[in-house]
Every structure is written in structure tokens, then in C-alpha cells.
Nanobody, 122 residues
Framework: QVQLVESGGGLVQPGGSLRLSCAAS????????MAWYRQAPGSQRDLVARISFVSATHYADSVKGRFTISRDNAANTVFLQMNNLKPEDTAVYYC????????????????WGQGTQVTVSS
């Protein structure tokens, strides 16, 4: 069974930094595009950043210049470095994998982690 597990969330003051991690575990051969989404209370889940297998990246306008997405394919892990955090960044952050190819030839699509809370407040 394949799982995505996020970590690294917490409470931080405005202007501070956090680094989120999302590790995929299970019978994995490779993972395609991975992404971070976030959802604030009463709002829809929005894309924050995504990264392809070859590390091509895309960011939401609201986080450009402040957040950096990266990945370690050997460790099946994606990261989100968040700098200069603002109160409006407060949300539950979710990791997503568009497609996970298993070692036995199966492909799992659109897999999500359980989310990690990020709160930016003084």
C-alpha cells in the first residue's frame, strides 16, 4: 500500500520560515509530478506549487519568490521551503502525487497525504 506522509508544519511568526516534507512509502518504482496544495478554513483547496519528475516547477503567484519546491527522487520525497511567511499562508498543506508507478507494474493516480497544519501568527 502506498502512503504519502507530510511533516514539518507548525506555528511560526510572520516573516518566519518552515520546511515541509512529504515522503511516499510502499512498493514504489517511480513517482510523476508531485505538488503541494493548501486549504484554509472555508476555502477551496488551491495549488501552491508543483514539480515534475525532472524538477520543472510551477508556483502560484501568491508564493512566487517566497516558496521553493524540490524533490529527492531516490527517497520518494518532495519538499516545500517556505520563507517570509504571512498570516494569509495559514492553512492545511497537502501533498499530492499525480501518478505513482509500483514495482509490480501498477499505476496509482491522484494520491493525497493527510495534511499538515501551518499557522502564521504573532
Amino acid at each position: 500500500q502506498v502512503q504519502l506522509v507530510e511533516s514539518g508544519g507548525g506555528l511560526v511568526q510572520p516573516g518566519g520560515s518552515l520546511r515541509l516534507s512529504c515522503a511516499a512509502s510502499g512498493n514504489i518504482f517511480s513517482i510523476g509530478t508531485m505538488a503541494w496544495y493548501r486549504q484554509a478554513p472555508g476555502s477551496q483547496r488551491d495549488l501552491v506549487a508543483r514539480i515534475s519528475f525532472v524538477s520543472a516547477t510551477h508556483y502560484a503567484d501568491s508564493v512566487k519568490g517566497r516558496f521553493t519546491i524540490s524533490r529527492d527522487n531516490a527517497a520518494n520525497t518532495v519538499f516545500l521551503q517556505m520563507n517570509n511567511l504571512k498570516p494569509e499562508d495559514t492553512a492545511v498543506y497537502y501533498c499530492n502525487a499525480a501518478a505513482i508507478m509500483s514495482r509490480d507494474g501498477l499505476t496509482l493516480y491522484d494520491r493525497w497525504g493527510q495534511g499538515t497544519q501551518v499557522t502564521v501568527s504573532s
